[in-house]
């Protein structure tokens, strides 16, 4: 890749996102950063990773987030450990995708990394999105959900994410206007997305 970009993949739930993201970033020699987000925040807090866990990508109902506008630096002088946890894991996975992002090329799932980065002129936002059916039978056969379960299961991920997505951005998820790049990968398969990826990025060189 020639141009150093930072890569933003948001998806909906059974779409295959991550694995698309993980692929694309091996194709490309980067790393890949999901669930290591938590990871990283966990160390950076001392928090226990199984508390961020539960909370990742949820938004949270406080009041306290009109405060948190102005804290993403931690530099206000109020404390993040008075926010929920939802609020100061996303401040603290806010930190950590400026900071990935100014370290090299990436690729970054979820968060709200397109929101967070939208001032970087080296990022490219993706939305991954793929028919019902097909999320339907991926989500059975991958993440082991009962098939009388899994559109519900979808249903309810995938409006966890958009209201996520929508609370701390202020913008709508899956809207088309928000992203570079939308890809049903209904028929395509992995290689086929990160090829269809992989155009792009040569073709906006």
């Given at each position: 890749m020639?141009?150093?970009?930072?890569?933003?993949?948001?998806?909906?739930?059974?779409?295959?996102?991550?694995?698309i993201?993980?692929?694309?970033?091996k194709?490309?020699?980067?790393?890949?950063?999901?669930?290591?987000?938590?990871s990283?925040?966990?160390?950076?807090?001392?928090?226990d990773?199984e508390?961020f866990n539960?909370?990742?990508?949820k938004a949270?109902?406080s009041?306290?987030?009109?405060?948190?506008?102005?804290l993403?630096?931690?530099g206000?002088?109020?404390?993040?450990?008075?926010?929920?946890?939802n609020?100061k894991?996303?401040?603290?996975?806010?930190?950590?995708?400026?900071?990935?992002?100014?370290?090299?090329?990436c690729?970054?799932?979820g968060?709200?990394?397109?929101?967070?980065?939208r001032?970087?002129?080296?990022v490219?936002?993706?939305?991954?999105?793929?028919?019902?059916d097909?999320r339907?039978?991926?989500?059975?056969?991958v993440?082991?959900?009962?098939?009388s379960?899994?559109?519900?299961?979808i249903?309810k991920?995938?409006?966890?994410?958009?209201?996520?997505?929508?609370f701390?951005s202020?913008?709508?998820?899956?809207e088309?206007?928000?992203y570079d790049?939308?890809?049903?990968?209904?028929?395509?398969?992995v290689?086929?997305?990160?090829?269809?990826?992989?155009?792009?990025?040569?073709?906006?060189?």
């Amino acid at each position: 890749m020639s141009k150093e970009r930072v890569i933003t993949i948001a998806r909906q739930f059974g779409s295959g996102g991550r694995e698309i993201g993980e692929a694309l970033a091996k194709e490309l020699g980067i790393k890949c950063y999901d669930k290591e987000l938590i990871s990283l925040a966990a160390k950076e807090s001392g928090v226990d990773p199984e508390i961020f866990n539960n909370v990742d990508e949820k938004a949270t109902n406080s009041l306290l987030y009109s405060l948190s506008l102005g804290l993403y630096s931690f530099g206000s002088g109020f404390s993040a450990d008075r926010l929920p946890v939802n609020d100061k894991l996303y401040l603290l996975q806010h930190k950590i995708i400026k900071k990935l992002a100014l370290e090299g090329p990436c690729v970054i799932v979820g968060r709200c990394a397109d929101y967070v980065l939208r001032d970087n002129n080296n990022v490219v936002r993706l939305f991954i999105c793929a028919d019902m059916d097909y999320r339907i039978e991926r989500v059975v056969s991958v993440k082991g959900v009962k098939e009388s379960k899994a559109e519900q299961v979808i249903n309810k991920t995938d409006k966890s994410r958009a209201n996520y997505y929508n609370f701390y951005s202020g913008m709508k998820w899956g809207e088309s206007e928000n992203y570079d790049l939308s890809i049903n990968r209904t028929k395509l398969t992995v290689d086929q997305a990160v090829g269809v990826i992989k155009g792009y990025l040569k073709a906006t060189e």
